[in-house]
């Protein structure tokens, strides 16, 4: 049962355009989302979260909104640039004394120069 | 953020072998993680190490298979136990920072013959 769901394995996008990677959940019990960036023989890199009180944060160029009602985020990358190309992974936990991440499978994102 | 840092990188093993990967850690951290993450697959939990407790396995996981060390604040091994092919993926340390926040080291490549 994937309680995170990345519908979209890849996306292509032109430098300097707008990427929106799409991340959907089952749990209504998740209260915090992140977005962690991994290249290829690297770990996981955190990139941005959001409390589930929240529905927009802001940080630089990546933006991630939550719309609790339909169990959906996004995270907005605005100007893409090519430095970004990498799979982005969607992850959410239940808070508290709770810390496990559930992730979903990730996408690939491409930023053609 | 922390530095984490795991051996080997990677490893080609035959199956049948037990393999121990170590995870060092630049600060005192209460809580580490182990995930693994198989091929086009999203990372999974497989457990969740505090210092000078047993370690805490998610459904799927037993401690024959992947047993856990945790000897200080700052260091944790995972052994995987008479390797399969289906082993092979690649296996992470994670460590619990603020706000739900894990961070991650670089990750071993297990392949098994």
């Known amino acids: 049962d994937q309680q995170v769901k990345q519908n979209s394995p890849s996306l292509s996008v032109q430098e300097g355009r707008i990427s929106i990677l799409n991340c959907d959940y089952t749990n209504s019990m998740f209260d915090y989302f992140l977005w962690y960036k991994k290249y290829p023989a690297e770990g996981p890199t955190f990139l941005i979260s959001?409390?589930?009180?929240?529905d927009k944060n802001e940080d630089g160029r990546f933006t991630v909104f939550l719309n609790k009602s339909a169990k959906h985020l996004s995270l907005h990358i605005v100007p893409s640039q090519p430095g970004d190309s990498a799979v982005y992974f969607c992850?959410?936990?239940?808070?508290?004394?709770?810390?496990?991440?559930?992730f979903g499978k990730g996408t690939l994102l491409t930023v053609n120069p | 953020s922390a530095v984490i840092s795991q051996k080997p990188s990677r490893d080609i093993c035959q199956r049948g072998t037990s393999l121990t990967i170590q995870c060092q850690v630049d600060s005192q951290v209460t809580m580490m993680f182990w995930y693994r993450q198989q091929p086009g697959q999203s990372l999974t939990l497989i457990a969740t190490a505090n210092q000078g407790s047993e370690a805490t396995y998610e459904s799927g996981f037993v401690i024959d298979k992947f047993p856990i060390s945790r000897p200080n604040l700052t260091f944790s091994t995972l052994t995987v136990s008479n390797m399969s092919p289906e082993d092979s993926s690649i296996y992470l340390c994670?460590?619990?920072?603020?706000?739900?926040?894990?961070?991650f080291g670089p990750g071993t490549r297990l392949t098994v013959l």
């Open positions: 992850a959410a936990s239940r808070g508290g004394s709770n810390y496990k991440l559930t």
């Open positions: 994670s460590v619990q920072r603020t706000n739900n926040e894990q961070f």
């Open positions: 959001i409390s589930s009180i929240k």
